[in-house]
């Protein structure tokens, strides 16, 4: 979560293109997730959104405005249970 806060705040235009098609969490609140931490489901819910909500926001950006959002990135294909890890390592490899 702190680096797609990082990536809205540093990325010009991403903070429009979060509130548009980002779901996974509202990313102007700085707190945890209001989720049931011991309950698996629903982390690994909050998990794919999140990753989810990275290459939304990744993806929709002209391509020199992605350069800060490298930290974004590797944060995102490192997630287990990851809906685009796929996607996200040929992404990498690019």
Avoid: F, K
């Amino acid at each position: 979560m702190a680096a797609i806060r990082r990536l809205i705040r540093e990325v010009p235009g991403a903070a429009e293109t979060a509130a548009a098609h980002c779901t996974g969490h509202n990313y102007s609140d700085l707190g945890r997730p209001r989720i049931a931490w011991d309950d698996e489901a629903a982390r690994e819910r909050l998990v794919n959104a999140l990753v989810t909500d990275t290459v939304q926001l990744l993806g929709r950006q002209p391509d020199g405005r992605t350069n800060t959002a490298t930290g974004a990135r590797r944060s995102s294909a490192a997630s287990p249970g990851s809906p685009a890890t796929a996607a996200d390592s040929a992404t990498e490899a690019s």
